[in-house]
């Protein structure tokens, strides 16, 4: 049954001083996502053009990051209290205003809201990984039936099932959650909602990860892993006869989420570090 209280949550609310009206939007987004989803993607789509004030509103609100697998999988293997100041050093994740966040032994794995959106979504569907006591057991006790706890293992297994199958890690944080990061959602851009207002809506509500793509002289040129990349920033050079055709990469577009690596049947593609991607979306932090 749908609650509006949690203990966990009580507690995060009343440390962050969540104001009251936070606090309902906070229910609304947790007991029903995909119809917010819905909701927020129905009236971007509509619109002629996004009003600045409400493309501002957003980018203060909600953000995501991209991670690449090594770094997601870090997120859920660490099992004790960290400061997230500077923690860019090890994670390519923006500064989460100075919480302290415990991941546990024990994560929440949900149904992908944008998932039960689509008419013929990708599968698996229980992709999005809930972690930290707080937004986790409001979460569950919102949808009990849509979630279930997991061991980090297991999560650590949905993470590399996703990278598999070349979808992209990315991880969210909302001022209704004291912009800490709460999830990380395994998403393809076919299905994808936050992907779709990037690409389609041109709201910069994603950044990087702190990596860009690089692809090396080993590429032949197959094209798999321009088919995956959610951003459009891989594309083929030359012709199938003649010059010898190659991926390049897009470096104002890579969001080094690393999704194209695991199609390279030549190994040709790797993640370098960039200081710029480490930014949060600019003049909106």
Request: proline content about 6%.
């Given at each position: 049954m749908r609650t509006p209280?949690?203990?966990?949550?009580?507690?995060?609310?009343?440390?962050?001083?969540?104001?009251?009206?936070?606090?309902?939007?906070?229910?609304?987004?947790?007991?029903?996502?995909?119809?917010?989803?819905?909701?927020g993607t129905a009236?971007?789509?509509?619109?002629?053009?996004?009003?600045?004030?409400?493309?501002?509103?957003?980018?203060?609100?909600?953000?995501?990051?991209?991670?690449?697998?090594?770094?997601?999988?870090?997120?859920?293997?660490?099992?004790?209290t960290v400061n997230v100041r500077g923690l860019e050093r090890t994670l390519p994740l923006s500064a989460a205003k100075d919480a302290v966040w415990r991941t546990g032994d024990?994560?929440?794995?949900?149904?992908?809201?944008?998932?039960?959106?689509?008419?013929?979504?990708?599968?698996?569907?229980e992709v999005c990984l809930f972690f930290g006591k707080e937004v986790a057991e409001f979460v569950h006790k919102q949808k009990p039936d849509k979630s279930r706890w997991i061991s980090q293992q297991d999560a650590v297994a949905i993470l590399e099932d996703a990278h598999a199958r070349g979808w992209a890690h990315l991880t969210f944080s909302r001022d209704i959650t004291a912009d800490r990061y709460f999830v990380i959602c395994n998403c393809c851009p076919c299905?994808?909602?936050?992907?779709?207002?990037?690409?389609?809506?041109?709201?910069p509500m994603l950044?990087?990860?702190?990596?860009?793509a690089e692809v090396s002289a080993a590429c032949k040129g197959c094209g798999r892993c321009v088919a995956v990349c959610p951003v459009s920033a891989l594309s083929l050079?030359?012709?199938k006869k003649g010059k010898k055709r190659q991926a390049v990469v897009d470096a104002q577009a890579c969001l080094g989420c690393g999704a194209c690596l695991s199609q390279c049947p030549e190994e040709a593609l790797s993640l370098v570090r960039v200081p710029e991607g480490l930014h949060p979306v600019l003049g909106y932090h």
């Open positions: 209280f949690s203990r966990e949550f009580v507690r995060l609310a009343l440390s962050v001083g969540l104001s009251p009206l936070k606090w309902a939007h906070a229910y609304v987004y947790f007991s029903y996502t995909s119809h917010y989803v819905d909701a009236l971007g789509r509509n619109l002629p053009k996004i009003p600045r004030w409400l493309e501002k509103w957003a980018l203060s609100s909600y953000r995501g990051k991209a991670a690449p697998l090594p770094e997601a999988k870090k997120m859920l293997e660490v099992n004790q024990k994560i929440l794995v949900a149904e992908c809201a944008c998932r039960e959106l689509a008419e013929n979504p990708c599968k698996p569907t299905c994808c909602k936050a992907f779709y207002v990037y690409n389609q809506l041109k709201v950044y990087g990860s702190g990596h860009r050079t030359g012709k």
